[in-house]
Protein backbone atom coordinates (compact mmCIF):
# COMPACT_ATOMS: atom_id res chain seq x y z
CA UNK A 1 0.00 0.00 0.00
CA UNK A 2 1.20 3.68 -1.13
CA UNK A 3 1.40 5.58 1.92
CA UNK A 4 2.58 8.63 0.38
CA UNK A 5 1.03 11.82 -0.02
CA UNK A 6 -1.07 12.38 -2.94
CA UNK A 7 0.94 15.64 -3.49
CA UNK A 8 3.75 13.15 -4.35
CA UNK A 9 2.33 9.79 -5.55
CA UNK A 10 0.65 11.53 -8.66
CA UNK A 11 3.57 14.03 -9.43
CA UNK A 12 4.40 14.12 -12.91
CA UNK A 13 6.84 11.45 -14.18
CA UNK A 14 7.21 12.59 -17.50
CA UNK A 15 6.78 16.11 -19.19
CA UNK A 16 3.86 14.23 -20.66
CA UNK A 17 2.31 13.92 -17.25
CA UNK A 18 2.25 17.80 -16.88
CA UNK A 19 -1.29 19.29 -16.99
CA UNK A 20 -1.63 22.48 -18.54
CA UNK A 21 1.52 24.71 -19.57
CA UNK A 22 1.52 23.30 -23.28
CA UNK A 23 3.78 26.08 -24.82
CA UNK A 24 6.26 25.69 -21.99
CA UNK A 25 6.30 21.67 -21.73
CA UNK A 26 6.47 21.90 -26.13
CA UNK A 27 9.52 24.15 -25.63
CA UNK A 28 11.09 21.49 -23.34
CA UNK A 29 10.30 18.60 -25.72
CA UNK A 30 11.97 20.16 -28.33
CA UNK A 31 15.18 20.48 -26.63
CA UNK A 32 15.16 16.55 -25.87
CA UNK A 33 17.31 16.63 -23.06
CA UNK A 34 18.83 18.60 -19.81
CA UNK A 35 22.49 19.08 -21.64
CA UNK A 36 20.75 20.73 -24.48
CA UNK A 37 18.69 23.49 -22.71
CA UNK A 38 19.83 26.50 -21.28
CA UNK A 39 19.83 28.35 -17.92
CA UNK A 40 16.05 28.28 -16.86
CA UNK A 41 13.99 30.82 -14.48
CA UNK A 42 10.20 29.09 -13.42
CA UNK A 43 8.27 31.97 -11.69
CA UNK A 44 4.41 31.87 -10.72
CA UNK A 45 2.28 31.42 -7.95
CA UNK A 46 2.74 28.40 -5.59
CA UNK A 47 1.47 25.01 -6.67
CA UNK A 48 1.75 25.73 -10.85
CA UNK A 49 3.75 22.99 -11.58
CA UNK A 50 7.17 24.55 -11.70
CA UNK A 51 9.25 22.15 -9.67
CA UNK A 52 7.44 19.16 -11.10
CA UNK A 53 8.06 20.43 -14.65
CA UNK A 54 11.58 20.42 -14.51
CA UNK A 55 11.72 16.96 -12.41
CA UNK A 56 9.53 15.38 -14.81
CA UNK A 57 12.49 16.76 -17.43
CA UNK A 58 14.87 15.43 -15.19
CA UNK A 59 13.85 11.86 -14.69
CA UNK A 60 13.66 11.24 -18.61
CA UNK A 61 16.74 12.44 -18.94
CA UNK A 62 18.64 10.73 -16.46
CA UNK A 63 16.37 8.10 -15.59
CA UNK A 64 18.40 5.74 -12.94
CA UNK A 65 21.50 8.90 -12.70
CA UNK A 66 18.60 11.12 -11.41
CA UNK A 67 19.69 11.10 -7.98
CA UNK A 68 23.25 11.69 -8.84
CA UNK A 69 23.22 14.04 -11.17
CA UNK A 70 20.66 16.59 -9.20
CA UNK A 71 21.17 18.78 -6.59
CA UNK A 72 17.58 20.02 -5.07
CA UNK A 73 18.28 23.08 -2.73
CA UNK A 74 15.18 24.79 -1.10
CA UNK A 75 16.39 28.17 -1.05
CA UNK A 76 14.13 28.86 1.98
CA UNK A 77 16.09 26.68 4.49
CA UNK A 78 19.82 27.42 2.79
CA UNK A 79 19.06 31.04 1.92
CA UNK A 80 22.84 31.91 3.11
CA UNK A 81 26.24 32.76 0.92
CA UNK A 82 27.72 29.80 2.56
CA UNK A 83 24.98 27.24 0.68
CA UNK A 84 26.15 28.95 -2.26
CA UNK A 85 29.89 28.33 -1.84
CA UNK A 86 29.93 25.18 -0.40
CA UNK A 87 27.05 22.74 -1.23
CA UNK A 88 26.58 24.01 -4.69
CA UNK A 89 29.92 24.51 -5.72
CA UNK A 90 31.19 21.38 -4.55
CA UNK A 91 28.56 19.83 -6.52
CA UNK A 92 28.96 21.65 -9.73
CA UNK A 93 32.84 20.91 -8.90
CA UNK A 94 32.88 17.48 -9.60
CA UNK A 95 31.82 15.02 -12.50
CA UNK A 96 30.18 11.63 -12.70
CA UNK A 97 32.18 8.80 -13.65
CA UNK A 98 29.35 6.82 -14.79
CA UNK A 99 27.59 9.58 -16.94
CA UNK A 100 30.64 11.13 -17.99
CA UNK A 101 29.11 12.84 -21.08
CA UNK A 102 26.29 14.25 -19.19
CA UNK A 103 25.65 17.70 -17.58
CA UNK A 104 24.24 17.73 -13.71
CA UNK A 105 21.45 19.98 -13.14
CA UNK A 106 21.19 22.24 -9.48
CA UNK A 107 17.73 23.01 -8.65
CA UNK A 108 16.87 25.97 -6.69
CA UNK A 109 13.37 26.18 -5.04
CA UNK A 110 12.10 29.07 -3.34
CA UNK A 111 15.40 30.90 -4.63
CA UNK A 112 13.11 34.66 -3.56
CA UNK A 113 14.45 33.50 0.00
CA UNK A 114 17.93 33.75 -1.41
CA UNK A 115 20.27 36.48 0.04
CA UNK A 116 22.07 39.58 -2.19
CA UNK A 117 25.09 38.29 -0.93
CA UNK A 118 23.92 34.68 -1.97
CA UNK A 119 22.35 35.70 -5.38
CA UNK A 120 25.80 37.48 -6.72
CA UNK A 121 27.97 34.46 -5.47
CA UNK A 122 25.50 32.31 -7.48
CA UNK A 123 26.03 34.20 -10.55
CA UNK A 124 29.35 33.97 -10.82
CA UNK A 125 28.84 29.92 -10.51
CA UNK A 126 26.61 30.14 -13.49
CA UNK A 127 29.05 31.53 -15.29
CA UNK A 128 32.36 29.49 -14.93
CA UNK A 129 30.25 26.09 -14.68
CA UNK A 130 28.14 26.18 -17.55
CA UNK A 131 30.14 23.52 -19.72
CA UNK A 132 28.87 21.04 -17.11
CA UNK A 133 26.13 22.27 -15.32
CA UNK A 134 22.33 23.65 -15.76
CA UNK A 135 20.82 25.78 -13.08
CA UNK A 136 17.08 25.21 -12.98
CA UNK A 137 15.68 28.58 -10.58
CA UNK A 138 12.20 28.49 -9.40
CA UNK A 139 10.53 31.28 -7.54
CA UNK A 140 6.93 32.80 -6.85
CA UNK A 141 8.32 36.70 -7.20
CA UNK A 142 10.66 37.10 -10.00
CA UNK A 143 11.01 40.54 -8.26
CA UNK A 144 13.07 39.17 -5.89
CA UNK A 145 15.53 37.72 -8.33
CA UNK A 146 18.48 39.79 -8.80
CA UNK A 147 18.46 41.28 -12.90
CA UNK A 148 22.23 39.65 -13.50
CA UNK A 149 20.66 36.57 -12.43
CA UNK A 150 17.52 36.71 -14.71
CA UNK A 151 19.68 37.88 -17.59
CA UNK A 152 21.59 34.69 -17.26
CA UNK A 153 18.45 32.41 -17.86
CA UNK A 154 15.66 31.73 -19.90
CA UNK A 155 12.79 33.20 -18.17
CA UNK A 156 9.25 30.75 -18.07
CA UNK A 157 6.33 32.26 -16.13
CA UNK A 158 3.95 29.64 -14.88
CA UNK A 159 0.14 30.73 -14.33
CA UNK A 160 -2.71 28.48 -12.46
CA UNK A 161 -4.08 25.43 -13.85
CA UNK A 162 -7.24 26.40 -15.47
CA UNK A 163 -10.42 25.15 -14.47
CA UNK A 164 -10.77 22.17 -17.03
CA UNK A 165 -7.54 20.86 -16.30
CA UNK A 166 -7.54 21.17 -12.56
CA UNK A 167 -11.06 19.28 -12.79
CA UNK A 168 -9.09 16.73 -15.18
CA UNK A 169 -6.48 16.28 -12.64
CA UNK A 170 -9.01 15.62 -9.78
CA UNK A 171 -11.40 13.41 -11.52
CA UNK A 172 -8.14 11.39 -12.67
CA UNK A 173 -6.91 10.51 -9.06
CA UNK A 174 -10.57 10.82 -7.68
CA UNK A 175 -11.30 7.82 -10.29
CA UNK A 176 -7.96 6.23 -9.01
CA UNK A 177 -8.71 6.76 -4.96
CA UNK A 178 -12.16 4.99 -5.82
CA UNK A 179 -13.58 8.75 -3.94
CA UNK A 180 -17.24 9.12 -4.66
CA UNK A 181 -17.57 12.95 -5.64
CA UNK A 182 -20.18 14.77 -7.04
CA UNK A 183 -20.17 18.03 -9.32
CA UNK A 184 -21.31 20.80 -6.73
CA UNK A 185 -17.69 19.17 -4.59
CA UNK A 186 -15.47 19.02 -7.67
CA UNK A 187 -16.46 22.69 -8.63
CA UNK A 188 -16.20 23.55 -4.39
CA UNK A 189 -12.28 21.99 -4.62
CA UNK A 190 -11.41 24.34 -7.82
CA UNK A 191 -12.84 27.47 -6.53
CA UNK A 192 -11.08 26.63 -3.06
CA UNK A 193 -7.90 26.12 -4.81
CA UNK A 194 -7.78 29.06 -7.00
CA UNK A 195 -5.41 27.40 -9.66
CA UNK A 196 -2.90 25.72 -7.35
CA UNK A 197 -2.72 21.91 -7.80
CA UNK A 198 -1.06 20.87 -4.84
CA UNK A 199 -3.67 22.83 -2.53
CA UNK A 200 -6.52 21.06 -4.77
CA UNK A 201 -4.80 17.61 -4.45
CA UNK A 202 -4.39 18.09 -0.66
CA UNK A 203 -7.89 19.19 -0.43
CA UNK A 204 -9.68 16.31 -2.02
CA UNK A 205 -7.45 14.01 -0.29
CA UNK A 206 -8.30 15.50 3.28
CA UNK A 207 -12.09 15.09 2.31
CA UNK A 208 -12.07 11.21 0.56
CA UNK A 209 -9.90 10.14 3.82
CA UNK A 210 -12.44 12.57 6.21
CA UNK A 211 -15.04 10.31 4.50
CA UNK A 212 -13.26 7.23 4.49
CA UNK A 213 -13.19 6.89 8.38
CA UNK A 214 -16.61 7.87 9.02
CA UNK A 215 -20.38 5.97 8.99
CA UNK A 216 -21.17 7.30 5.70
CA UNK A 217 -18.29 6.96 3.33
CA UNK A 218 -20.03 5.52 0.61
CA UNK A 219 -22.17 8.78 0.44
CA UNK A 220 -21.27 11.30 -2.29
CA UNK A 221 -18.86 14.29 -1.13
CA UNK A 222 -20.22 17.38 -2.20
CA UNK A 223 -19.81 21.41 -1.33
CA UNK A 224 -20.89 20.95 2.12
CA UNK A 225 -18.30 18.43 2.56
CA UNK A 226 -15.40 20.01 0.83
CA UNK A 227 -15.86 23.52 2.62
CA UNK A 228 -16.30 21.15 6.14
CA UNK A 229 -12.58 19.60 5.53
CA UNK A 230 -11.03 23.23 4.11
CA UNK A 231 -12.51 25.50 7.52
CA UNK A 232 -12.80 28.23 4.99
CA UNK A 233 -16.26 29.90 4.88
CA UNK A 234 -19.18 28.71 2.60
CA UNK A 235 -20.54 31.10 -0.16
CA UNK A 236 -23.63 31.18 1.88
CA UNK A 237 -22.22 32.36 5.09
CA UNK A 238 -19.95 34.98 2.67
CA UNK A 239 -23.13 36.15 1.27
CA UNK A 240 -24.54 36.70 5.02
CA UNK A 241 -21.91 38.74 6.07
CA UNK A 242 -21.90 40.64 3.25
CA UNK A 243 -25.79 41.63 3.61
CA UNK A 244 -24.77 42.40 7.12
CA UNK A 245 -21.91 44.67 6.71
CA UNK A 246 -24.48 46.61 3.71
CA UNK A 247 -27.57 47.15 5.21
CA UNK A 248 -27.27 46.29 9.25
CA UNK A 249 -25.95 48.48 11.87
CA UNK A 250 -22.81 48.91 13.23
CA UNK A 251 -23.00 46.91 16.39
CA UNK A 252 -25.13 44.25 14.68
CA UNK A 253 -22.92 43.91 12.07
CA UNK A 254 -19.99 43.46 14.22
CA UNK A 255 -21.61 41.20 16.92
CA UNK A 256 -22.66 39.21 13.97
CA UNK A 257 -19.25 38.84 12.23
CA UNK A 258 -17.78 37.70 15.30
CA UNK A 259 -19.80 35.12 16.56
CA UNK A 260 -20.00 33.38 13.11
CA UNK A 261 -15.97 33.53 13.18
CA UNK A 262 -15.94 32.10 16.81
CA UNK A 263 -18.54 29.30 16.44
CA UNK A 264 -17.44 27.99 12.61
CA UNK A 265 -13.97 28.41 13.23
CA UNK A 266 -13.49 30.84 10.43
CA UNK A 267 -10.11 32.76 9.32
CA UNK A 268 -10.75 37.00 9.34
CA UNK A 269 -8.19 36.83 6.35
CA UNK A 270 -10.06 34.23 4.74
CA UNK A 271 -13.32 36.10 5.35
CA UNK A 272 -11.92 39.72 3.99
CA UNK A 273 -10.38 37.13 0.74
CA UNK A 274 -13.80 35.91 -0.07
CA UNK A 275 -15.57 39.28 0.21
CA UNK A 276 -13.25 40.77 -2.08
CA UNK A 277 -13.95 38.30 -4.60
CA UNK A 278 -17.83 38.98 -4.82
CA UNK A 279 -17.23 43.13 -3.87
CA UNK A 280 -17.30 45.11 -7.41
CA UNK A 281 -14.78 47.75 -7.63
CA UNK A 282 -16.47 50.23 -9.67
CA UNK A 283 -16.94 53.38 -7.40
CA UNK A 284 -15.59 55.78 -5.14
CA UNK A 285 -16.66 53.94 -1.82
CA UNK A 286 -15.66 50.62 -2.94
CA UNK A 287 -12.40 51.53 -3.96
CA UNK A 288 -11.69 52.97 -0.65
CA UNK A 289 -13.20 49.52 0.86
CA UNK A 290 -11.51 47.46 -0.70
CA UNK A 291 -7.86 49.57 -0.20
CA UNK A 292 -9.19 48.97 3.68
CA UNK A 293 -9.16 45.37 2.82
CA UNK A 294 -5.36 45.52 1.79
CA UNK A 295 -4.70 47.73 5.43
CA UNK A 296 -6.68 44.55 7.40
CA UNK A 297 -5.07 41.73 5.63
CA UNK A 298 -1.83 43.32 6.61
CA UNK A 299 -2.43 44.19 10.15
CA UNK A 300 -3.61 40.47 10.91
CA UNK A 301 -0.09 39.00 9.27
CA UNK A 302 1.81 41.81 11.79
CA UNK A 303 -0.41 39.87 14.49
CA UNK A 304 -3.34 42.49 15.23
CA UNK A 305 -6.11 41.72 17.21
CA UNK A 306 -8.65 39.67 15.50
CA UNK A 307 -12.16 42.23 17.12
CA UNK A 308 -10.33 45.02 16.09
CA UNK A 309 -9.73 44.42 12.68
CA UNK A 310 -13.06 43.30 12.24
CA UNK A 311 -14.10 46.77 14.03
CA UNK A 312 -12.10 47.98 11.24
CA UNK A 313 -13.85 45.91 8.75
CA UNK A 314 -17.38 47.08 9.58
CA UNK A 315 -16.42 50.83 9.83
CA UNK A 316 -14.90 50.54 6.49
CA UNK A 317 -18.91 50.14 5.12
CA UNK A 318 -20.06 52.65 7.86
Not at 6 to 19: A, C, M, N, Q, T
Amino acid sequence: MDSRPWVDKYRPESLEDVKGHTDIVCMLKNYGSISKIPHLLFHGPPGTGKTSTIHAMARSSYKKSFQTMVLEINASDERGVETVLTTIKVFVGTRSFINMDEVKLVILDEADALTVSAQSALRRIIEKNTKNVRFCICCNYIGRISSALQSRCTTLRFSGLTKDKLEEKILEISSIENININIKGLKSIVDLSMGDTRRAINLLQTVGMSTSMSAIHSAEIGSREVYMCSGCPTPEDIESIKDVLIGGSFSFAFHFISNIIVSKGYSLTEVITNLSRIIQVEDELSIRIADEFSNIEYRICKGGSDRMNIGALVSSFH
